[in-house]
Each structure stands twice: as structure tokens, then as C-alpha cells.
């Protein structure tokens, strides 16, 4: 019998590396009859379990290797950030300290124009601080790694710091260090030479990059919390004939909900009295507001625009199209890998290693020279020159210099896994609402009856359209002002929910709507005015008729246009030899027009319309699926999941929080013809990172054996530290001057 399979996600606490993600893992995957995978980015576990298999027996095993597991499902965002600002905060806090007593530490080390009697002495007492207590988030997970009988990246850490201060009071207090000495002989093999500033060193740059790391990590949760915070917090039902204020959460199926005009759909349901519009674009991307009255169904979380409805619940809780959309996002952010920094990858056998290597060196040195003071110094100039400081700062500082390059640009780079997405990055799909076009309503067209002139359509039309709250209104209205500087004042303002608008404008009887609306009131339409409404819808406009006393006068054109910058947007990402792409929730019609305006290619491969937001994820997921690398543009919260699923997210900034905090770049002015240009700059930051990484590995492996073999003081050895550090800072702060698409050389070069 096949055996029945659960799904259990957990939060972790407690990982520092990659490394650390993969032993949780590895210990999960050790129980019979559970898969899991790890995700050291959103410190999750997602785990497939059969029964027999228990939640307590997951959490057993993750506290079983050193950290901490909780089931997710328990786990709420109250609780992460507490535990996020806790851990930025003492990060800060020991970052803070350690650079207060370094300075002054690294300053007498390295300018001996500011020594003075004792000076070591008082260099040590300044270093012990940072070495202890700054270093001890190092010291502490060395210790459980090493109960465990595993090392990472704080292994080699810890002992790296460890050495310097034990060889520099070693060499205080037994040699004669202390001596002061009137030069620095760095080839002596006596012990008169301390390393405090190495070790000062290496637990502020490693401190730094945790606390930035830990900074971004506070924003991981973000897109899920906005997202939440979203829907109705408050209902307002009718029971036993009274109406009651409850928590949405309380809502049960069949409860008549009171929407009034301004207030947020509390559920899922069906329009059982009364007539409005209400704006669902948060879930559907539809830019229109939607005419909804009775038997029309609504969708939690839109926005009641105009009329009091009364809705009867049909589905609430994780059945809601809202929660489900909430599931989406946090789906689609779970099943995305999270990059393994190369220096973790190979920790499990460099630390080890190094560890090998300094122990071999000072038993071999012992046994054939049998001095014991070589011994050590070569066994600590292995240990000095293994320490990890370059490879600590391999990503950090790329990714700061690229981020700051990129945020003067108005771009925001959420962090290193964003740019190893891009290196492959084939295919860019845009939103269409909001993104490619400008999201809000404009008039484009006045078509005028026989007669007619514009000036009389327009007074007309939007003086009568100033008094509605429609947004086909409002643009016909603010054209008018614009236009014609001043609006006449209505009289029987009437609103017609699904037709349109009546009134009196200076004593003539003004109507604005559609043909359902002319055929009511007996308004004959021309046939040259019919031809101009199909015309208009033909190119995935709107279009309204203008009648005065009874005939018509023209019609309003209105539509959502593309944003001026899209063309050259879209044209750049051709010449950066990607695909383009048009997802969105309109009309086919609509699509088509506005994919033709901005060249994106008007067929079924490039344009696809009329999706749901789940839609838009099954799009991306496909496109996955058949090998394309996908990046997505939107602006939305209907976007939040497509951007999360997308291998690289780019959000507008222009747009909701949701979208911005599920994207991995944000573009903050809006500005499509950025997004070739954040490709580009992320491509570059990794090629940075790169060649950081690569060369930080290529320096300990020729120094490593220089050190073993005795060539390499102890003091040479932290010089040689400190100019890899120096190396890895300087290769990064070329990114400043990177040119981007006015480059030839350069575009070309990051393909």
C-alpha cells in the first residue's frame, strides 16, 4: 500500500552559513520516510513526510544538530521580527564596540610613529574585548560545530582569531615581545612580535558582513506581511436583523457583509443588494473598476468604490481567493534555491584542512628542527594566512559597491542571490498595467458628431463626469479642466451603476455612458459614432458617448497608455538579445494594442492575456519548466507571486509594497529603461564576486604552503591578510565607474 505523504514546513533559527542549512538538511534527510530541503534565505525547511512520522520528531532532530525548529504554521511575523531585530540589534551593537576599541588598536600596529612605552600592553587590553566578547557569536557556533563533530566558515574563524590572541600573549608574557625593540625585524623567528590587529581584523570585517547580511534577512518577510496586511481587518455583518462590528477572521459562510463606499471586502462572496464599482486590481491587474450589483461576485480585499453592497460570504479563511494568493507568495519564495556562497560550499574540507595542515606543520618543524618557537611560528602563520577575511569580504563588499553604484541609478539590489539569477536571464516578462503602461486612465480621443465641436463635447461631458468617483470619469473630467480651464456646475446628478451618468449642465440635459444607458433614455446613435466606439475598443480602449438634450454628441476615447520610456525599454532588452514578454489580466484586444505601441512581438509566444494571478505563476513556472531563465516586471500585488516565483523579480517602485518586497531588484523611479541597466550592473556585481572569491582562494593556496614551509613570518603572514583584504575591497570599488548601456564593449561583455 502506497504510503500517504504530508507536507510540513518549519522555521529555522540559528544558521550563520550555507553550510549550516545543509547539515539541517542532511539531518532530515536522515529519518526514514522524509525529504527536505533547506532554504538558509528564508531560514525554512520544507519537508515531504510519510505517516508514522511525527512534527516532534523533525524538531528532535533539528535541535539534535545545534539550532532551533518551530513548526511555521505556529510561527507568526510578530515572532520573526522580534527575533531578526534581536539579532540586527546585537550585531550592531557588537560591531559598534569592536570598532571603538579596534581603531586605536589597528593605528598603534601599523604606524609605529604612535608608539610608546607598553604600547602592546595596551594594545592587548583594547583587542581582548573584541577578540572575546565582539568575536563570540564566532567563538559560540565554532564550540556547537565542533559538539557536533562538523565545521563551517566560524570554525576557521574562531580559530584564526584564537591564534593571534594566543600567540600575541604568548609572546607578552613568556617571549620578549614586550621588549621594545627599535625596528620591526619581520624574518626573526624570535618571539617578539604580537598580531592583536589581525585578530581585531578579522572580527570586525566578518561582524560587518553578518550585520548587513542580518539587515537584509529583516526584509525577507516583508512581502508576506504587506501582503496580510492588505485585507480586512474589520466586518460589518447583519445578524438577528442588527448589523455588528467583528474581526474578519469571524466571518463565517453566509454572513450578509455591509460594504459601504471607502471599505475593504472582507471575504470572498456574492452581491446580494445594492449596485457599485469596486476596484479589484490588487488581485485581478484590471485597471477598469468593476460595475458589480446583484448575483455579481466579489472577490476579498477589493475596495468598494461608490454604492453600499450587501455581499453573502461564500468563502473564507485559507479557502479565499486572498489566501490563497498569500500561499502563492510564500510558495513561490520557498521553492527558490538560495545561492551557497562558494566559501561555505568548500568549508567542510578547506577548514578541516587548514586545521590539518598547521597541526602537521608544527609537528614537522619540531621533530626536524626541534625548535619549538619555529614550530609555532610557522603553525600560526598557517592559521593567520588561511584566515577567511578575504573570502568574508568577497561578497559583502562587491554587493555594497554595486548596490550604492545601482541606487544612485534608483535601483535597489536585494541581495547576492539576485545576481547569480541574472547570469542566465534569457527572458523578461512585463505586467502590463502599471509597468509597460502608466496604470492610470487618460482621455486619448474626443470623436465628434456632425455639428459638434470638441470644445462643446468636452465641456459637456466633463463637466457632468466632475461629480462621479469613476476613474473613466475622473480622466475624462481632468481633461476638460486642463483643456478648458474651468467646468460649468451640475444640477440632478444622477449615477447609473453599468451605464453611466446623467444631469443638467447650464440647463441642458447631459448624459455620459454607454449604449445600454442611450438606449434607456430612447437616444438614437449614429452609425459614424457606433464606428467610432468599435474602433476605439478594437484598439483596446474605452470609449464613452456624450449626449446633449437627447442626441449625441461624441464620443470619449479613454485608455491606459503605455509609458513613455517602454519603446526604448523594450528595445534595449532586444538589443541585450533577450526575449520580451506581455503578461496581463486584460482583454486580449488591449494587450495586442499595447504590445504593437511598445514593439513587443503580437502573437501568442509574446502575448498573453485575460490571467489570474495564479496564472500568471503557472506562465512563469512553464516557461521555467521548458528551460527559459525567467525575470519578471510588475508593479501589482497580482504580480507579488509571479515575481517571487520568477528566477529574477524586478518590482516597480512606483507600485505596492507587496510587489516591491517579493521582487528581488526594485526599480524605485519606475523607469522601464532601468531594467536593462539592473541586469547589467547585477551581472557585473557577480562577475565582481567572482573574481573576489577566486582570487581569495588563489592567494591561500600559494600562501598557505609558503607559511608551512617557514617562508612566511607570522607578521608577513597578517601583512599578506591584510593586502588580500585590501585586494578584494579595491577589485570591488570598480563597480563605482562601471558604464552600463552606452557601452558597447561593455553590453557585449556581459552576455
Request: net charge neutral; glycine share 8%.
Amino acid at each position: 500500500m502506497t504510503a500517504q505523504l504530508e507536507q510540513v514546513d518549519l522555521a529555522i533559527s540559528g544558521m550563520t552559513c550555507g553550510a549550516c542549512a545543509l547539515k539541517v538538511e542532511r539531518s532530515l534527510n536522515a529519518l526514514d520516510g522524509v525529504r527536505a530541503s533547506v532554504n538558509f534565505a528564508t531560514e525554512t525547511a520544507r519537508i515531504t513526510l510519510e505517516d508514522g512520522v511525527t512534527t516532534q520528531q523533525l524538531v528532535a532532530q533539528v535541535e539534535q544538530v545545534g539550532y532551533r525548529a518551530r513548526l511555521l504554521a505556529d510561527t507568526t511575523p510578530e515572532m520573526l521580527d522580534k527575533e531578526t531585530n534581536d539579532r540586527v540589534a546585537m550585531l550592531r551593537t557588537r560591531l559598534s564596540v569592536s570598532l571603538i576599541a579596534g581603531i586605536p588598536v589597528t593605528a598603534l600596529s601599523m604606524i609605529p610613529a604612535l608608539h610608546f612605552s607598553n604600547w602592546k600592553w595596551w594594545a592587548l587590553a583594547l583587542s581582548l574585548p573584541v577578540a572575546v566578547w565582539g568575536a563570540a557569536p564566532f567563538h559560540r557556533a565554532a564550540w556547537m560545530n565542533a559538539r557536533h563533530r562538523t565545521t563551517t566558515m566560524d570554525t576557521l574563524i574562531s580559530i584564526g582569531i584564537i591564534a593571534a590572541m594566543g600567540w600575541s600573549v604568548w609572546a607578552l608574557v613568556w617571549g620578549n615581545a614586550a621588549e621594545d625593540h627599535g625596528g620591526m625585524n619581520m624574518m626573526s623567528s624570535e618571539i617578539d612580535h604580537i598580531y592583536v590587529e589581525v585578530a581585531v581584523a578579522v572580527t570586525i570585517f566578518l561582524l560587518a558582513g553578518r550585520y548587513f547580511e542580518a539587515r537584509a534577512k529583516r526584509r525577507a518577510g516583508d512581502a508576506l506581511r504587506s501582503l496580510l496586511a492588505l485585507g480586512a481587518r474589520t466586518a460589518t455583518v447583519l445578524r438577528n436583523g442588527h448589523e455588528a462590528l467583528i474581526d474578519a477572521s469571524a466571518v463565517q459562510v453566509g454572513d450578509l457583509i455591509v460594504v459601504r463606499p471607502g471599505e475593504i471586502i472582507a471575504a470572498d462572496g456574492v452581491v446580494r443588494e445594492g449596485t457599485s464599482s469596486i476596484d479589484a486590481s490588487m488581485l485581478s491587474g484590471e485597471s477598469v473598476p468593476v460595475d458589480v450589483t446583484v448575483g455579481s461576485s466579489v472577490t476579498g480585499t477589493a475596495v468598494n468604490l461608490t454604492g453600499r453592497l450587501m455581499v453573502q460570504a461564500t468563502r473564507i479563511g485559507a479557502e479565499s481567493t486572498f489566501a490563497q494568493m498569500t500561499r502563492l507568495v510564500r510558495d513561490a519564495q520557498a521553492t527558490k534555491a538560495p545561492v551557497q556562497k562558494l566559501a561555505d560550499r568548500v568549508s567542510s574540507v578547506f577548514v578541516p584542512t587548514v586545521i590539518a595542515i598547521s597541526v602537521v606543520t608544527f609537528l614537522a618543524w619540531w621533530w626536524l628542527d626541534g625548535d619549538v618557537s619555529q614550530a609555532f611560528t610557522a603553525s600560526v602563520a598557517v592559521l593567520i594566512i588561511a584566515c577567511p577575511c578575504a573570502l568574508g569580504l568577497a561578497t559583502p563588499t562587491a554587493l555594497m559597491v554595486g548596490s550604492g553604484r545601482a541606487a544612485q541609478m534608483g535601483i535597489v539590489i536585494k541581495g547576492a542571490d539576485v545576481l547569480q539569477g541574472t547570469r542566465r536571464i534569457d527572458t523578461v516578462v512585463f505586467d502590463k498595467t502599471g509597468t509597460v503602461t502608466t496604470g492610470a486612465m487618460q482621455l486619448v480621443d474626443v470623436v465628434c458628431n456632425d455639428g459638434a465641436s470638441r470644445s462643446e463635447v468636452l465641456a459637456a461631458a466633463g463637466a457632468l463626469e466632475h461629480a462621479s468617483e469613476h476613474p473613466v470619469a475622473k480622466a475624462i473630467a481632468s481633461a476638460a479642466r486642463t483643456e478648458l480651464g474651468s467646468l460649468a456646475p451640475v444640477t440632478e446628478f444622477e449615477n447609473l451603476p453599468g451605464m453611466g451618468t446623467i444631469g443638467k449642465v447650464d440647463g441642458a440635459s447631459v448624459m455620459v455612458g454607454n449604449e445600454t444607458l442611450m438606449r434607456r433614455k430612447l437616444v438614437l446613435i449614429p452609425q459614424a459614432m457606433s464606428a467610432a466606439i468599435d474602433a476605439a475598443r478594437a484598439d483596446g480602449n474605452i470609449a464613452v458617448l456624450v449626449a446633449s438634450n437627447g442626441a449625441v454628441r461624441g464620443v470619449c476615447v479613454v485608455a491606459d497608455r503605455p509609458k513613455p520610456n517602454s519603446a526604448a525599454a523594450i528595445a534595449a532588452l532586444r538589443d541585450l538579445g533577450l526575449r520580451t514578454m506581455l503578461l496581463t489580466g486584460d482583454s486580449r484586444a488591449t494587450a495586442l494594442a499595447v504590445a504593437e505601441q511598445v514593439g513587443i512581438d503580437p502573437d501568442e509566444q509574446h502575448v498573453i492575456s485575460g490571467v489570474l494571478p495564479e496564472e500568471k505563476v503557472r506562465v512563469v513556472a512553464d516557461l521555467q519548466q521548458r528551460g527559459y531563465a525567467v525575470a519578471m516586471v510588475g508593479d501589482g500585488v497580482n504580480d507579488a507571486a509571479a515575481l517571487a516565483q520568477a528566477n529574477v523579480g524586478i518590482a516597480m517602485g512606483t507600485g505596492t509594497d507587496v510587489a516591491m518586497n517579493a521582487s528581488d531588484l526594485t526599480i524605485v523611479s519606475g523607469d522601464l529603461r532601468l531594467v536593462p541597466d539592473a541586469i547589467l550592473l547585477s551581472r557585473a556585481t557577480l562577475r565582481t564576486i567572482s573574481a573576489n572569491v577566486f582570487w581569495a582562494f588563489v592567494y591561500n593556496a600559494a600562501a598557505v604552503p609558503l607559511a608551512a614551509f617557514g617562508l612566511l613570518n607570522p607578521m608577513w603572514a597578517g601583512l599578506a591578510m591584510a593586502l588580500s583584504s585590501v585586494f578584494v575591497v579595491t577589485n570591488s570599488l570598480r563597480l563605482r565607474t562601471t558604464k552600463l548601456t552606452q557601452q558597447t564593449a561593455f553590453v557585449h561583455a556581459t552576455r
